[in-house]
C-alpha cells in the first residue's frame, strides 16, 4: 500500500484564535498543518522542512510577515505564500505581488475561500507547470498574476 502525502501547509500566526481555527479546518479540508508563532519560527520551518504552501500573517513580532516574504523573495524560494492581512489596501496588494505572493486575504476572511486557495495552490505546486487549473487568485478573488 502506497502512504498519500497530506500536503503540508505552514500557518504563520501569532493569534492563538485564529491560529487553532485554520488548524482545525486545514485538517478537515486534508492539510497537515504545521505550525509558527513568529516571523523567526516561520523562515526556520520554511527551510528545513519545505512545506507545499505558506499561510503568512503580515503582523507577526520580531520578523513581520513582509520581511518574512522578502527574505524568501530574496533566496528565490518557490514556497507559494498566501498573505493574509487585516489590511485592504491596493500598496500592500502591490508589495504582496512585487515578492511573489499567490494570494492576498483580507482578514476576516471566508474560510472556504482560504481553504480553496489553498488547495489550487497545493495542486498547481504538486502537479507542476502542465496543468490546466485556474491560480489561487483566481480563487480568493484577488489578482497577483
Not at 502525502?5 to 479540508?29: M, Q
Not at 503580515?58 to 518574512?68: T, Y
Amino acid at each position: 500500500m502506497v502512504a498519500h502525502h497530506k500536503p503540508r501547509v505552514l500557518i504563520a500566526e501569532d493569534d492563538p484564535d485564529t491560529l487553532v481555527i485554520l488548524r482545525i479546518n486545514l485538517i478537515a479540508a486534508g492539510f497537515e498543518p504545521m505550525l509558527a508563532g513568529d516571523g523567526h519560527t516561520a523562515l526556520e520551518r520554511i527551510a528545513s522542512e519545505s512545506p507545499d504552501a505558506v499561510l503568512l500573517d503580515v503582523m507577526l513580532p520580531g520578523i513581520d510577515g513582509w520581511q518574512v516574504l522578502e527574505q524568501l523573495h530574496a533566496k528565490g524560494d518557490p514556497v507559494p505564500v498566501i498573505i493574509c492581512s487585516g489590511k485592504d489596501n491596493i500598496l500592500d496588494l502591490q508589495r504582496a505581488r512585487d515578492l511573489g505572493a499567490v494570494a492576498y486575504l483580507v482578514k476576516p476572511f471566508d474560510i472556504d475561500r482560504l481553504i480553496e486557495a489553498t488547495s489550487e495552490v497545493v495542486g498547481l505546486r504538486q502537479a507542476g507547470p502542465a496543468t490546466e487549473q485556474g491560480t489561487a487568485a483566481d480563487a480568493d478573488g484577488v489578482e497577483l498574476a
